[in-house]
């Protein structure tokens, strides 16, 4: 489910009452805002949170202005940090909360972002805003490169699942459990046919689980954007993809999500 988690936090203090509601925000810095829209696919679940949280901070759930100082209990970050602005709003969001999630891929390992991180990142700036001033163009970073993060939620984009049994266990003051199983176990279990075996390129042996390989029942193999498990056998994998790919055509699926930076 969780991934990364560093148990650092006193569960007691946050065991609510009646009266006392979990405050929760969901900050997006630069992203698609792909994790934001996939908890509000499921509408009957997020409306039933007001019984547990109050969400005070979501903006595409409300319209309201909110002061740099508002506090939380935990904050759930999407996106990239990549512009001055970002960076300024997390190191205070650290501040204010009790507890920072990296919200999905972006947040988690930089995500789709690093593929700029592998070419020659001023050419492609040039090339989309044509040498225009006053646009940032940072290297791609983790979330965690700048702050402590305490949990992550990760893929791309997040499982809205995996979100709302995070919400119901800090709401009863529990430690949210960690999902360290690889992709591979998902695909088993559910019967899907395995693409390793067949000769394609798939990360599932050394990637996260938690998203039901939804990529897998689309016969398409992972691209690795839930990150590392812990002791990824990354080695033996990359030396059975070997088989068939060159190092060129592997690194391909290693970059989209920044897997490559990970086992580098």
Known sequence: MLREPQHDICFDKLIISMKNKLRIGIISLTSCEGCCCAVLDWPTEFLSLKEKVDIVNFHLFEESEHSSDERFDAVFIEGSPLTKENIKAVRQLRKNAKIIIAFGSCAHIGGVYHLKQYQDKNKIFNSIYHGQEGIENFDVQSLSALIKVNFVLPGCPISAKEFFQFIYQLAIGKSPSVFNNPVCYECQIRGYECLLQKGEVCLGPMT??????????????????????DDAEVGNLMKKLRDKYSDKEIVKYLEVFGVKEIIN
């Open 208 to 229: 996260g689980g938690g998203c039901e390989a939804v990529c897998l029942k689309s016969k398409q193999g992972c691209w690795g954007c839930r990150g590392l498990i």
